[in-house]
């Protein structure tokens, strides 16, 4: 059984820092691509990033570029989210989600639970 | 970048009804496009990719249609289980986005 867990969530002040590892098992994690999605508090989805298998190609939201990086460690099985210059915006459930790639075809098929990042003074 | 219009953002309906959202990408993205369900607490499961296609599990009143800019999902004899809200999400090599949202209540 496929199971993403995050943790690493809680409260941040404005400018700090977090990161959030996010543990992959019942799969085999070196083959996925992976991403991290948001979502505020009563709000819809939002894409953060994404990283490739061996991590060489990586994309991000433009909200986050220069503050937020995604990485992964395929001998762990584990996912990263890192995040700087933390602001009141970044304030959401953040989710480790794995992406299913055939052929030219993508989407997210697994989800993790999510964590509670909060960003306030 | 290309950015996804969904509407409406809520609807009611009964049960046994057919809902439908739509889904407009500011530019052309061919089929690139699928749909998630998202309970209340609950992480979102998908139930449509690549515009039409059915993901496994999924039930048949769920469907999906459309390519280039304009799509369409649409729930027919809406169960009281369906009760949730519903994206669309565009994928592409440099970013992937997800529609505002709809969120549909019985009535």
């Known amino acids: 059984e496929v199971q993403l867990v995050e943790s690493g969530g809680g409260l941040a002040q404005p400018g700090g820092s977090l990161r959030l590892p996010c543990a992959a098992s019942?799969?085999?994690?070196?083959?996925?691509?992976m991403s991290w999605v948001r979502q505020a508090p009563g709000k819809g989805l939002e894409w953060v990033a994404n990283?490739?298998?061996?991590?060489?190609?990586?994309y991000y939201v433009d909200s986050v570029k220069g503050r937020f990086t995604i990485s992964r460690d395929n001998a762990k099985n584990l996912l990263f989210l890192q995040m700087n210059s933390l602001r009141a915006e970044d304030t959401a459930v953040y989710y480790c989600?794995?992406?299913?790639?055939?052929?030219?075809?993508?989407?997210?098929?697994?989800w993790g639970q999510g964590t509670l990042v909060t960003v306030s003074p | 970048d290309i950015q996804m219009t969904q509407f409406p953002s809520s609807l009611s309906a009964s049960v046994g009804d057919r809902v439908t959202i739509t889904c407009q990408a500011s530019?052309?993205?061919?089929?690139?496009l699928n749909w998630y369900q998202q309970k209340p607490g609950k992480a979102p499961k998908v139930l449509i990719y690549?515009?039409?296609k059915l993901e496994t599990g999924v039930p048949s009143r769920f469907s999906g249609s459309g390519s280039g800019t304009d799509f369409t999902f649409t729930i027919n004899n809406l169960q009281p289980e369906d009760i949730a809200t519903y994206y669309c999400?565009?994928?592409?090599?440099?970013?992937?986005?997800f529609g505002q949202g709809t969120k549909v209540e019985l009535k």
């Open positions: 989600a794995r992406i299913l790639e055939v052929g030219a075809t993508y989407y997210f098929d697994s």
């Open positions: 019942g799969f085999s994690f070196s083959n996925y691509w």
């Open positions: 990283i490739k298998q061996d991590g060489g190609e990586k």
């Open positions: 530019q052309d993205i061919s089929n690139h």
């Open positions: 690549d515009a039409s």
């Open positions: 999400q565009k994928y592409d090599n440099l970013s992937w986005t």
